[in-house]
């Protein structure tokens, strides 16, 4: 262990939690200002696996994404920013909320669904799939919506199989 660390582990272990966020907070902003987006990313892949030791992500997703959308009010810091991304940009272009869903999703899901009890997890699916077949029905026409169902159900089949 280097002077450094040694330095940093002696004034960490002194600090009370509240202190140690302060200076988080502080030193985040210098400390990413000259970083890339892709330096940012390969920092974040590096660390997310040992900051998320320990958590559970079920319980604490919920609450992080309401306290940053702030349930739609006030217009300051981390809801503005919520606000801007869930706008729409351009006449027919999706705003960038959507766009990440799209991403992130499919990922998170891969992720959390296999540590979770067998029960909880059929129930979260099955609250998924209505939710996501009510709202990806909306504004079709019967037909459409008979065409949608029956893909849906086709790549349900199909999936099974391979697994």
């Not at 002696?10 to 509240?18: I, Y």
């Not at 998170?108 to 699916?125: G, T």
Request: hydrophobic fraction near 40%.
């Amino acid at each position: 262990m280097g002077l450094m660390d040694k330095m940093m582990e002696r004034k960490m272990g002194k600090m009370s939690k509240e202190e140690k966020q302060n200076m988080m907070e502080k030193m985040m902003e210098k400390f990413f200002a000259d970083m890339t987006p892709e330096d940012k990313q390969k920092m974040m892949e590096t660390m997310m696996p040992k900051m998320m030791e320990g958590v559970n992500m079920m319980e604490m997703m919920p609450g992080m994404m309401m306290s940053m959308m702030g349930g739609g009010k006030g217009e300051s810091g981390m809801m503005k920013m919520m606000s801007q991304m869930m706008g729409g940009g351009k006449k027919g272009e999706m705003s960038m909320m959507p766009q990440m869903m799209m991403k992130m999703m499919p990922q998170c899901l891969r992720m959390m669904l296999p540590d979770m009890p067998k029960e909880k997890r059929i129930d979260f699916v099955l609250r998924m799939v209505t939710t996501l077949v009510e709202q990806g029905c909306v504004g079709m026409s019967e037909e459409e919506k008979k065409d949608f169902v029956a893909k849906l159900v086709e790549k349900v089949k199909t999936e099974k199989v391979k697994t």
